[in-house]
Each structure stands twice: as C-alpha cells, then as structure tokens.
C-alpha cells in the first residue's frame, strides 16, 4: 500500500537517489540489491532487519546492507518525508581501495583489480549530526524538501564525494 509521492530521483547507473513524501507505505520482505540508506526528514519510519527491528525518526538514517532480508511501515498517522540512496556494493568498494592508497600510483598500476568485499560495513541508526556524511544528507533533505521533494541535478562526481564521505564515516 502506497499513500503519497515517491519522487523519481537521480540515477547514476546500479546507484539511485530518491525522495519519498508518504502518508503510508507498506512494503512485504525483501532482498536490498545494493547499500540502502533510509534518511527520515520528518515523521518515523519502521523497518524490521533481518532479526532486528529499527524505528528511524527525522535526523536519522538506516544502513541496510546489500543481501539483507528487510520490510517497512510508514505510520499513516503522519507525513513521512525521507531520502533513500542505492549504493552499488562496487561503487563503494572502488572509493574504499582509493582512499586507502598511500601512492596514488598504485591505483593506476591496478585499475581493474578484482573487486571484493573489503569493506565492512556496520548495519544500524546514525544521526545525522554526528558525521560529515549524515550532515550532507540532511543538506540534500532540506533543498528537496525546499523544491518540492524534488532533488538537484546531481553529478556523478557530486555523488562519489558524498559516497566519500559515507566511507570515513564508516571506518
């Protein structure tokens, strides 16, 4: 069951952002296909994790990691505005192999390196306030909330850097 407006978003190949303006919203177990990161602008969302259950409410995000089993509820109660981003799992392999390279050299010697999952990430809440990355969220909550729920054009370079920033956050 949908109630309200999913805005069609940015799409940077396997990678999407989007924003959601929703009275209700109901959605059955499934498999994320990438990185999901929920951000609550206003109002609460719910999801159950795998075995665990989160309720996220505005200023918060949800790390949901790629292969997870997952379900959401919206509350009708209220409007829920949020953010979703669909990281591609390589996407963030590559910026992690970056960053970590003392010599850029190296990155040009190995420019198709087998990729793996090298890169741990911690599944749960965050607050928007407490990294770089949960304060550039917010910063693109407010201006889509500012233009109707719609997002800026957002360039492929734009979205590594905050992808960047998600990184350091999560070492």
Request: charged letters at 25%; hydrophobic letters at 35%; glycine letters at 8%.
């Amino acid at each position: 069951m949908i109630r309200g407006i999913i805005n069609a978003g940015i799409d940077l190949g396997k990678s999407e952002m989007l924003t959601s303006q929703l009275y209700a919203f109901e959605r059955g177990r499934r498999q994320a296909a990438t990185l999901s990161i929920k951000y609550v602008l206003s109002g609460e969302e719910n999801y159950q994790v795998n075995n665990d259950v989160y309720a996220v409410k505005a200023g918060n995000f949800l790390l949901i990691e790629q292969d997870s089993t997952y379900t959401t509820f919206l509350s009708p109660r209220q409007l829920n505005e949020g953010l979703c981003l669909y990281i591609d799992r390589h996407v963030i392999e590559d910026v992690a192999y970056t960053l970590t390279q003392k010599d850029e050299g190296r990155c040009l010697e190995q420019p198709f390196r087998e990729a793996g999952r090298t890169f741990d990430l911690t599944e749960g809440t965050y607050r928007d306030e407490e990294s770089a990355f949960g304060r550039q969220l917010s910063a693109i909550g407010r201006e889509a909330l500012a233009n109707g729920g719609k997002l800026q054009d957002y360039s492929s370079e734009q979205f590594y850097l905050l992808v960047e920033k998600f990184v350091f956050t999560q070492k």
